[in-house]
């Protein structure tokens, strides 16, 4: 989880203050049962089942902060024994730069703790 932390930190700028706010995220029944499947998923380890129950939440709901961090951070998972740079990083920090643009005070769930 620091990890994930310290790459927001990184990897993340603020929007212009000009910028207009975005909306509310709101979730479809459907985005939330993605993100659940994706994260019974995750916690068993199977991150490329993970990450297609994540994708189908995107493209339920594409307001939604927590579909896109658990894409995010399920690409960095495939991609964390790679290089850096690889490719799979950047499209994780992607898209977790578009879960804080969505909600710059999103909270990931893990285990049903907040945090």
């Known amino acids: 989880m620091m990890i994930t932390a310290m790459l927001l930190m990184a990897?993340?700028?603020?929007?212009p203050q000009d910028a207009p706010a975005a909306a509310p995220a709101t979730s479809?029944?459907?985005?939330?049962d993605e993100i659940?499947?994706?994260l019974t998923a995750f916690a068993k380890r199977r991150f490329t089942v993970a990450r297609a129950a994540?994708?189908?939440?995107?493209a339920a709901d594409p307001q939604s902060a927590a579909a896109h961090y658990y894409l995010g951070y399920t690409i960095y998972k495939i991609a964390e024994p790679k290089r850096h740079d690889s490719?799979?990083?950047?499209?994780?920090?992607?898209?977790f730069a578009k879960a804080f643009e969505l909600d710059p005070s999103?909270?990931?769930v893990w285990g049903g703790r907040r945090g």
């Open 87 to 95: 490719p799979g990083k950047k499209e994780a920090a992607a898209e």
């Open 11 to 15: 990897i993340l700028t603020p929007a």
């Open 28 to 32: 479809s029944a459907s985005a939330s």
């Open 54 to 58: 994540f994708e189908r939440a995107v």
């Open 106 to 108: 999103f909270k990931p």
């Open 36 to 38: 659940h499947a994706g």
